[in-house]
């Protein structure tokens, strides 16, 4: 039988894990700001950041699950489902109809790529502050 | 931006995270980030001249 005391801070590493989760899906680098991981945190964000801005300026599209055009083919499903990786990134986009892409571009296939870059290093991000709240780090 | 540009600017980015995700030290990040910078535009480059023979 697990103590009170012990179960308390089981509950507590639970929430501190889920908490940096959520905040590193949410914005990139927070979940490590969270943690007092700080280097971490400002390279994180700013490598994401940095990823995203340049997909857009690019007018790269990022495909997405709340678009009526995620359903254009698997390939796109897939794109779109790598994208909610971004987290909070994604719904800003999404809500100030950034990154829809013009394929008439010549650019357009980079920015593409670096959307959905940025979508799978945050996820790996999201993944590496769950490993440093667990303590494995 | 210039294709090469845009290689290179992919190429950093993402060895800088990684070189975060995957290793410990300063010193270990910053010889395995290099590595991984030099590696994606090496390949890049030698897949660029195999696919001028590629019809």
């Known amino acids: ?137 | 931006m210039s294709h090469w540009g845009i290689l290179v600017l992919l190429a950093a980015l993402v060895s800088l995270a990684f070189s975060f995700l995957m290793r410990e030290t300063p010193k270990e990040r910053l010889i395995f980030g290099i590595k991984m910078f030099l590696g994606f535009v090496a390949f890049t480059l030698i897949a660029g001249w195999i696919a001028i023979f590629i019809p």
């Open chain 1, 1 to 137: 039988m697990i103590s009170k005391p012990a179960a308390e801070a089981e509950k507590d590493q639970f929430s501190r894990i889920g908490i940096a989760c959520f905040l590193a899906w949410l914005v990139p680098g927070a979940g490590h700001l969270y943690l007092r991981k700080y280097w971490h945190a400002a390279v994180y964000f700013f490598s994401v950041t940095a990823l995203v801005v340049v997909g857009v300026l690019l007018q790269g599209e990022m495909h997405s699950l709340l678009r009526a055009n995620s359903g254009e083919g698997f390939l796109q499903w897939l794109a779109a489902l790598g994208n909610v990786a971004l987290g909070g990134y994604h719904l800003l986009m999404q809500a100030l109809g950034l990154a829809l892409g013009d394929v008439t571009v010549r650019n357009y296939e980079y920015g593409t790529t670096f959307i959905i870059v940025a979508a799978l290093i945050n996820l790996l991000v999201v993944l590496d502050a769950f490993d440093h709240a667990r303590g494995v780090k």
